[in-house]
């Protein structure tokens, strides 16, 4: 007959032409470590000339696992948690499961909980949370009664099912102003991010204890919304600051907690006739990609996004095993440049 619609290979079609049984070419699939390496590469020639492809929707039948992680995560605006998605997408895949993300347009409790009951409801198998601010704490406990939950927060408190993965972002925080201290800078000030972000409170976290440590005392805080606009007006006054104060008793140096506010604050000084690193040495946070290109080269913290987003899977996978809650972390990295030497 010809014309009709070309068959689907299947598995026992994979066993025939390898010579072997379905349930090894389902070993294969499955457990290849359990499999003699002679008769795995049989199988797995056999399913490359035929192009079987294993269907998912049947296997989730039997299993009783829909393969698919729910990614809830903060408005792709903010580089953290977009970056961070789009590395737990990237992991994710890389273990054979798919994901389902929704973004969240505000940090209102309704929405939020409504982003966890849609996932829940298609049957998810887990769910990452990449909402770092405080008032998603409620939705992931009633969320965790039905699946497994990992949250991305430094500062949220592993508890029954839930786990939690974070880049030590206090750590980062302490490396900044340690560095600055090290070039000499005494009077350090902070733009802050958004209260209610868990990462912001922990970088802050660190910039306040990395001075008492050293036995200095803050030069200040302004706060900031992540945006270049509001580092650009914190930077106005940390301007009329150093101009009013005189370069004996003025802030030296200002940590931002990201570097949109940093880049808005580098604009900032030079409007104001404030030279960096001269008279204000500015540090970032993040290492958006163009960072190296401001003008002075930003001095800022990488994190490491792509070994965030494969700790997230192990950790679920490991909750979906049945471990109880933990916490896990991932150390950044400070990047030196033009803007703080």
């Not at 849609?118 to 405080?134: E, K, Y």
Request: aromatic share 6%; hydrophobic share 40%; net charge neutral.
């Amino acid at each position: 007959m010809t014309g009709g619609k070309r068959r689907r290979p299947s598995m026992v079609d994979v066993a025939r032409l390898a010579g072997v049984s379905h349930q090894t070419v389902s070993r294969v699939l499955n457990s290849p470590e359990g499999v003699r390496p002679a008769t795995r590469e049989k199988v797995l020639k056999a399913i490359e000339e035929l192009g079987y492809r294993r269907n998912m929707a049947a296997r989730a039948l039997v299993t009783a696992s829909s393969r698919l992680i729910g990614v809830v995560t903060a408005s792709s605006e903010f580089f953290g948690p977009a970056s961070t998605a789009s590395a737990i997408e990237a992991a994710a895949r890389a273990e054979g499961y798919g994901t389902l993300v929704t973004s969240l347009r505000t940090s209102d409790e309704g929405e939020i909980a409504e982003a966890f009951t849609f996932l829940v409801n298609r049957g998810v198998d887990g769910i990452i949370s990449v909402a770092p601010r405080t008032g998603i704490a409620a939705s992931v406990t009633r969320a965790a009664q039905s699946v497994p939950m990992v949250v991305v927060a430094d500062g949220f408190e592993p508890q029954g099912r839930i786990h939690v993965v974070s880049v030590d972002q206090e750590l980062g925080a302490r490396m900044v102003v340690r560095h600055l201290i090290g070039a000499g800078r005494r009077r350090i000030a902070y733009v802050a991010g958004p209260d209610d972000w868990f990462d912001a409170q922990a970088r802050e976290r660190g910039w306040r204890s990395a001075l008492d440590d050293s036995g200095l005392c803050p030069a200040g805080r302004l706060s900031g919304d992540w945006t270049a606009e509001s580092g650009y007006e914190a930077g106005r006054a940390l301007c009329l600051q150093i101009a009013a104060a005189g370069p004996d008793e003025a802030p030296d140096a200002v940590f931002c907690s990201n570097d949109l506010m940093a880049l808005g604050l580098l604009a900032a000084a030079r409007d104001q006739g404030v030279r960096v690193p001269q008279d204000l040495a500015v540090v970032g946070y993040d290492d958006t990609a163009g960072s190296e290109f401001f003008a002075p080269a930003l001095t800022t913290v990488t994190q490491p996004f792509e070994e965030l987003g494969r700790l997230c899977m192990e950790v679920l996978l490991s909750a979906l095993a049945g471990e109880p809650g933990t916490r896990h972390s991932v150390s950044p990295t400070l990047r030196v440049r033009r803007s703080s030497v």
